[in-house]
């Protein structure tokens, strides 16, 4: 897991990034996401994230709560549509349940990853100089470190639960925003309308959230898309390590995790939050896929 990225632009093609029409973010060629795929991505997305929020209202029972009657109950069992787990917890609600964890994770801890990557991006390539190398230097210790070991490393340390997952992505995450925003910004600093409000004696601080803050916004969001899944794998891998989120509490990663013991008893316990991921991860990346070639965003090395 990683979140090293490259970026191009359609005019400005940053030194060490690829060529403009190169691999997409999977490594392969990119073409166009079918419409189809689109649709049906965001289709998932949108029921999924209707679920997690209607959760409290729906008729399921609590996430959190034993049927002892109905241990790993199998799929469309009575009152368990998609039966229950090796303690007795309807999976349906469950997986709902560790949806609003996910989303949660992965919008969070992108908007601090913006937060805090957008702004050294855009005055690094605003500024250039030395300002740039000592923002590029920075970014390059953070990447330096592999990301898993890294967030392993701090849940020890804090200690497992939802914030430190947010706060170690987001951080993890700022240094390859800053590094679209920096590519964003290099393509817009030298355009003529940023040179005509130089002239015109306007400060550093108005040229950049006038004219070249509205132009970098749509890429950073762009890439904000990938590094959501990214996000949702780191937490449901560190939930399956149990240094994530911390039973009864469901998480995707946690399901699997404790279910996997019983695997051959019972593998619906394990296949249904990693077929519910795997869905999630896939109909996350088409979308990505789809505004990375509308903005011509590369990213690798997932």
């Known amino acids: 897991m990683s979140f090293t990225t490259k970026t191009t632009s359609q005019r400005t093609v940053v030194p060490g990034s690829p060529p403009i029409g190169g691999r997409g973010l999977l490594g392969r060629s990119r073409r166009a996401v079918p419409p189809w795929a689109v649709m049906i991505s965001l289709g998932w997305l949108v029921l999924l994230m209707a679920g997690a929020l209607l959760l409290p209202v729906l008729p399921l029972p609590d996430p959190s709560r034993s049927d002892y009657g109905a241990i790993m109950a199998p799929m469309f069992s009575p009152g368990h549509i998609l039966g229950t787990d ?43 100089g030395w300002a740039n190398r000592f923002i590029v230097a920075g970014l390059d210790i953070v990447l330096s470190f592999p990301n898993l070991v890294a967030l392993i490393a701090l849940s020890l340390f804090l200690g497992p639960g939802l914030w430190t997952i947010v706060v170690g992505i987001g951080i993890i995450a700022s240094a390859p925003v800053a590094r679209v925003a920096r590519s964003a910004t290099l393509t817009f600093v030298n355009r003529d309308f940023v040179t005509a409000a130089r002239g015109m004696g306007f400060g550093h601080a108005r040229i950049i ?30 939930s399956f390590l149990g240094l994530g989120i911390q039973p009864p509490d469901a998480s995707w990663g946690s399901m699997m995790g404790t279910g996997r013991s019983k695997l051959t008893q019972a593998p619906h316990i394990v296949l249904l939050p990693a077929f519910t991921m795997a869905l999630s991860i896939l109909a996350i990346n088409f979308l990505a896929e789809h505004f990375a070639k509308r903005f011509d965003i590369k990213e690798s090395a997932l």
């Open 86 to 128: 090796e303690v007795g917890r309807d999976i349906l609600a469950r997986l709902l349940s560790g949806a609003q964890v996910s989303l949660f994770v992965g919008v969070a801890s992108i908007a601090l990853a913006v937060v805090l990557g957008a702004p050294m991006g855009i005055l690094a390539g605003y500024f250039g």
């Open 209 to 238: 959230v006038r004219e070249i803050l509205p132009n970098v916004v749509v890429p950073v969001l762009a890439y904000a898309i990938v590094v959501i899944a990214v996000a949702i794998v780191a937490e449901a891998s560190l």
